[in-house]
């Protein structure tokens, strides 16, 4: 049973506007949330992170929401650039004694992002 | 480069073997972990070790262990290897045990049963 689903496989966006990637979660425990990008032939690089004690946070072009009463996060990137074309996959974490430790991250099965010039 | 290292790259095996995956953490990272990517699958947690000591585990199977040596590298070993056993395994560190301490991903390990 998925405790993360990222439900669209991929997305396709045109240079220049706004990219949503989207990310669901079942387990209430989940209290720390993160994105992470994977580039082809590499391993996933960290993006952003929001606390449940925020509804928002803001890097740059990237800015993940956060709606705890869905068990919903979000990334909007904008303006999308074509060197975002990569997959994404949405993280959570749980507080110490689930899942054996902190920093245990269950992942979602990520989003292939295509920006197109 | 995240400053993780994996070796080797890329593997290919028969069934039944027994491999061993290699991971040298950051400089200075006292915690590691393993992740396992199947086709098409989220990368799912195996196990994690902070400075020698076997931390967390998670989807683990039996035939599966790791290490962490005192120069801090890691080693996952798998054995009787089955063709769903195929996946990109992920090392990663980071410098301590609090969850918001950033994961830093090496470049993966391709495995590939025959």
Request: proline share 4%; net charge neutral.
């Amino acid at each position: 049973d998925q405790q993360v689903k990222q439900n669209s496989p991929s997305l396709s966006v045109q240079e220049g506007r706004i990219s949503i990637l989207n990310c669901d979660y079942t387990n209430s425990m989940f209290d720390y949330f993160l994105w992470y990008k994977k580039y082809p032939a590499e391993g996933p690089t960290f993006l952003i992170s929001i606390s449940s004690i925020k509804d928002k946070n803001e890097d740059g072009r990237f800015t993940v929401f956060l709606n705890k009463s869905a068990k919903h996060l979000s990334l909007h990137i904008v303006p999308s650039q074509p060197g975002d074309s990569a997959v994404y996959f949405c993280a959570a974490s749980a507080i110490e004694g689930y899942g054996g430790s902190q920093g245990n991250l269950i992942f979602g099965k990520g989003t292939k992002l295509s920006v197109k010039p | 480069d995240s400053g993780v290292t994996q070796t080797p790259k890329h593997l290919i095996t028969a069934t039944g073997q027994r491999v061993t995956l290699r991971c040298s953490p950051r400089s200075g990272d006292l915690s590691v972990y393993w992740y396992q990517q199947s086709l098409d699958q989220g990368l799912q947690f195996l196990i994690q070790y902070y400075n020698g000591e076997e931390r967390a585990k998670g989807n683990i199977l039996e035939r599966f262990s790791a290490q962490q040596f005192p120069d801090l590298h890691s080693e996952l070993n798998l054995s009787s290897l089955e063709l769903g056993d195929s996946a990109l395994y992920f090392c990663a560190s980071s410098g301590g045990l609090a969850r918001h301490n950033e994961q830093f991903f090496g470049p993966g390990t391709r495995l590939t049963v025959l």
